[in-house]
């Protein structure tokens, strides 16, 4: 069974830019969560996805945004990026939204602002 | 008062001793509760979640819950090398928000 892909694996930008960040969740799951873990810090919550509906999102300002899409991927869009979002961005899925599904992390994408 | 606590270490025990890594919660609705494994530069790796009071036990590791005190361990015997890594203690608070909240970890460093 294939776990949860992401892409791409690293990216390189600039402060202002914005960022695209892509999850494919493991078959049959439905919920897809994002997590920053900035250099030195814990994982923090960033959002939460479950039937192409956005369920939750963590104390991150308005241009941290994303979607579900039919086929449960998701999509994470950082607009107007800052040297300090320089992050490991980590998406996991889970099967359904029933509050205490295990989550399964993908590999991450690494993303560096300069 | 931190959400999830752990001790950051480094903690350091011979190739084939015990190793064990403690953490306490704060939300005493938390019901559920998760080892992942981290090695430097890659994601998080589930190793156990462990949902009742008592032990739980899968190969060389084993997670235990305390409810009452707040307090989930995890013990990992016949450590090896390959077992240096950092371990994320994780819980769901008492509301269905989806959110993991994880401690900071602890490096766990395995000597030959």
């Known amino acids: 069974e294939a776990g949860v892909t992401q892409s791409p694996t690293h990216l390189i930008k600039t402060r202002g830019q914005q960022a695209t960040l892509r999850c494919s969740p493991i078959?049959?799951?439905?919920?897809v969560y994002w997590y920053q873990q900035a250099l030195g810090l814990g994982l923090q919550f960033l959002l939460w996805?479950?039937?192409?509906?956005?369920?939750n999102r963590g104390n991150f300002p308005p241009r941290f945004s994303g979607r579900q899409f039919p086929n449960y991927s998701s999509e994470l869009n950082v607009n107007a990026l800052e040297l300090e979002d320089s992050a490991l961005y980590l998406c996991?899925?889970?099967?359904?939204?029933?509050?205490?599904?295990?989550?399964?992390f993908g590999p991450g994408t690494r993303l560096l602002v300069l | 008062q931190k959400e999830v606590e752990q001790n950051s270490g480094p903690l350091s025990v011979p190739e084939g001793a015990i190793a064990s890594l403690n953490c306490t919660y704060s939300?005493?609705?938390?019901?559920?509760f998760f080892w992942y494994r981290q090695y430097s530069g890659k994601s998080p790796e589930l190793i156990m979640f462990?949902?009742?009071?008592g032990d739980k036990e899968d190969g060389r590791f084993t997670a235990q819950l305390n409810k009452a005190s707040q307090y989930v361990s995890l013990l990992i015997r016949d450590s090896q090398p390959s077992d240096s890594a950092t371990y994320l203690c994780?819980?769901?608070?008492?509301?269905?928000?989806?959110?993991?909240?994880f401690g900071q970890g602890t490096t766990l460093q395995v000597k030959p």
């Open positions: 078959s049959g799951h439905t919920s």
């Open positions: 996805y479950d039937e192409g509906e956005e369920r």
């Open positions: 462990i949902y009742s009071n």
């Open positions: 996991a899925s889970s099967l359904g939204s029933a509050g205490l599904q295990t989550q399964y």
């Open positions: 994780a819980a769901y608070g008492s509301s269905n928000t989806g959110k993991l909240i």
């Open positions: 939300d005493r609705g938390s019901q559920s």
